[in-house]
Nanobody
Framework: VQLQASGGGLVQTGGSLRLSCTAS????????IGWFRQAPGKEREGVSC????????YYDDSVKGRFTISRDNAKNTVYLQMNNLKPEDTAIHYC????WGLGCKPFEYAFWGQGTQVTVSS
């Protein structure tokens, strides 16, 4: 049972990246999945979370209008499309599977993939 995050890299301000979170050993469409990030010296924070129901995804105010979370159930993958990237988006980005609760707080997610580094140069 594993979550694998990928797609990070180095981009200039205004650029785009698409992160992928692929599951093995379980079906992602059964679970709420979230994207989180942690910058050096800062706490891990929720970026975008999507439940497996019909409710609208959650986006942190800092990424609304720029990031989009989506699922491809056939590929057992959740994506985070990141557009108009800013230097403050620089962080290690993680995907995780929600274990309890209904929100997008790290403590609600107990199953994590390894992170992928996103670096935005000014």
């Amino acid at each position: 049972v594993q979550l694998q995050a990928s797609g990070g890299g180095l981009v200039q301000t205004g650029g785009s990246l698409r992160l992928s979170c692929t599951a093995s050993g379980f079906r992602l469409d059964y679970y709420a999945i979230g994207w989180f990030r942690q910058a050096p010296g800062k706490e891990r924070e929720g970026v975008s979370c999507d439940s497996s129901s019909d409710t609208s995804p959650y986006y942190d105010d800092s990424v609304k209008g720029r990031f989009t979370i989506s699922r491809d159930n056939a590929k057992n993958t959740v994506y985070l499309q990141m557009n108009n990237l800013k230097p403050e988006d620089t962080a290690i980005h993680y995907c995780a599977r929600r274990t309890w609760g209904l929100g997008c707080k790290p403590f609600e997610y107990a199953f994590w993939g390894q992170g992928t580094q996103v670096t935005v140069s000014s």
